[in-house]
């Protein structure tokens, strides 16, 4: 773990030593949609809402909100509503627990879940580095298995829970994020979250599904979320503001279903975890979120529009520059087409790494992300996440021109001296 | 634990049962002086100055600040003047990690300091709940002494040292609030904290000082802090916002010594813990937090001279009703002269508990909070403590001639069945 450590302070001084550098690193929202001015100012109408609700004066209303508040967080009613209308997930207030942000969430679902040390997380090689980091620190083993095509993923998986079992450990959680994720992009087929689902339910293991981008799709057919899927209490969504509004609200929720943990409710020692983490999530910036949600009839789909949009703009102006910039490598070079989200994934090669990093910035100007730095395994060597939100389709087009030049230099180079 | 989750559900269950009741069981911070709009406000003062340093517009600084953002936060450098303005601490901004209230600095600490079966922590009994709390979640042992006079708090603390070894537990470092202790009330005098520091020295231990009511002093002589005094590079300092400020901010911080935690630096390595358990501390809290601190030239003590002088008189009061109703039982009803914070404890001559806070909730209504609650030994039955803090003093004439009825009555009762 120290070595991820050393990984991020490794890119951070990248980006810092080079910062002419066109990055491709960061999976970042673009700023240019943040309206903070405004979204501050919808904190008067939820406000105005509690104070009717409450037959109080908004001024009181004020005073309580810049105190401490309920655990579990104070607009539960209205992230359910807006699960409802956007994500077609059908929740009970009470089974929401709002957090800072979605990283906290995972937090305390790996220290609620993962108590006794023979507990492991389940996930897929290459993950969120963020789960990688809340493991580690929870003390929690992971047990990886290979991204794989179709089913083939479920009998991967399955191995991983026999391979778990065959070492006395006891899986807990299988962590996802099903909807384009993070880092290849990629969608998990209806009929293999099903699977899942069964085979979950047949080793009784809860499902960890994080949903950051789900907003974002470009194209193709929605593909239901896992929780909506779940008849087996069985699934805990998390799921965040940062990338539909802004990540400096630090808002963020885990869904959690009706399931006993150890003596109690699995949500009555989430909420009793979350008060050890941070007592509660900012009422400041809860009620910034529920004045949004309520101004926006419950929907975020009309804010989200115009970041979508740019998004999908920026993935299609990636693919393209692909398509020129490495018609010659065709059969050497491989990406895939994200239906949505912040990232895709290029295939080299040859094996990419800190020094491959460092030359692709310093003397071409594009900073990537290797994908081993995602790994759980020493696999995907060869491969690099590129990162389309916060950028423009000019550095889109520039960048990929540069990084093709470096691989074309190194397969040049490779060539000559081999 | 399960026992601090059923105490605290019960007093909420009481507070919700009896709403009229008078209730001196939260410490909350007074909402009446909370000037959230004016303290928005400020946030923009903050941006210019970025504007200026960074030489672009106040648009694109509002934005970078409405995104994720550095670690370990953005305005360490505002706080380290603070620091030095409001505390007589010198430190550099480097060596402070920016938090999500000071609780979560608690847990990074905890979980940072205590990653073996065998690392524990040392504490008063009775201790604030939240390290109780964070050291349950962190799964680090506590091991507890009593609070004691003067140097015998030394002597306290030198057995429970004694005893971790004895029991093959490695003290790692211990818990203190030296100044307005919560539940106490307490300070801790030059000379023991000196005591402290050397003995923690001869242990290879360090102290976390906690120091959430420093700045509300009432009579007497400030105390230099913990840290102030720490020539070894040995305490970790943790403060806050939300008493000077307010809770919603949910921006505290921890002041962290050079001082190596297995292969690299303790800074380092909370930094990791806090990028995996909320990425960083919220821009927008920081901002607005910063701007204020701009605006009043590094120093609260303006800010505070109001509420400070409300809870002064608040104190002043219950010092007052508590000699007016128990005058005809000096003998056997004690309590302390806390010099600052905000709570004092009163002993009474029987065990106080979960049953008596019902009846004095539903048929005198006052709320009081056991101390036993904040135990980790089996003692302190007889006491209570007293919040003054976010009331009034006609709520606490009323509020403590109410708890005198019901101590009084339950000794007439007590007296005619014995």
Redesign the interface.
Same mark, same amino acid.
């Given at each position: 773990m120290?070595v991820r450590?050393e990984v991020?302070n490794f890119l951070n001084e990248m980006a810092e030593r080079f910062p002419a550098a066109i990055s491709f690193a960061s999976g970042? @929202?673009a700023?240019?949609f943040?309206d903070?001015?405004a979204w501050?100012e919808s904190m008067h109408s939820y406000e105005e809402h509690l104070a009717e609700q409450r037959g109080t004066s908004r001024e009181l209303v004020?005073?309580?909100?810049?105190?401490?508040?309920a655990t579990a967080g104070i607009i539960r009613n209205l992230i359910s509503r807006q699960l409802r209308v956007d994500e077609g997930i059908d929740v009970a207030s009470d089974r929401i627990l709002v957090t +800072?942000?979605c990283?906290?969430a995972l937090?305390i679902c790996v220290?609620t879940l993962c108590?006794d040390e023979d507990d492991v997380l389940l996930a897929r090689s290459p993950t969120y580095i963020?789960i990688t980091?809340?493991a580690?620190?929870g003390?929690a083993g992971i047990v990886s298995f290979r991204e794989a095509e179709g089913l083939g993923l479920v009998a991967a998986l399955e191995k991983a829970i026999e391979s778990a079992h065959a070492q006395g450990k006891r899986p807990r959680a299988l962590y996802l994020i099903p909807d384009f994720d993070n880092p290849t992009g990629e969608v998990i087929d209806l009929h293999v979250r099903r699977a899942i689902l069964a085979l979950c339910a047949l080793h009784d293991i809860l499902v960890l599904e994080d949903n950051p981008y789900g907003m974002f799709r470009y194209e193709g057919t929605p593909v239901p979320t896992m929780r909506s899927l779940d008849d087996d209490r069985r699934v805990i969504y998390v799921g965040t503001f940062?990338k539909t509004l802004? @990540?400096?609200?630090?808002v963020g929720y885990a869904v959690v279903p009706q399931r006993a943990v150890g003596?109690?409710d699995l949500m009555?020692a989430m909420v009793?975890?979350k008060?050890? +983490?941070? +007592?509660?999530?900012?009422?400041?910036?809860q009620a910034v979120v529920g004045g949004v949600l309520m101004s926006q009839r419950y929907s975020l789909r009309d804010i989200v529009s115009k970041p979508l949009a740019h998004y999908r703009r920026n993935r299609d102006e990636m693919l393209d520059a692909l398509d020129r910039h490495f018609a010659d490598l065709r059969s050497q070079v491989h990406w895939n087409r994200p239906e949505g989200g912040f990232f895709l994934v290029v295939e080299l090669p040859f094996d990419f790494g800190d020094e491959h990093v460092k030359r692709c910035a310093e003397a071409y100007g594009v900073l990537v992300m290797p994908l081993r730095y995602f790994a759980l395994d020493s696999n995907d060597g060869r491969r690099v996440r590129l990162a389309f939100s916060n950028t423009s389709p000019e550095k889109i087009r520039d960048g990929i021109s540069r990084f093709s030049r470096f691989v074309h230099d190194h397969l040049d180079r490779k060539g000559a001296s081999g």
């Open positions: 120290a450590l991020m970042r @929202p700023e240019g943040f903070m001015r501050i004020e005073r309580s909100l810049a105190q401490y508040g +800072v942000g990283q906290e937090d220290r108590r963020g980091g809340a580690y620190l003390r940062s802004c @990540p400096a609200l630090r003596r109690c009555e009793q975890a008060s050890f +983490v941070s +007592v509660n999530t900012s009422q400041f910036a």
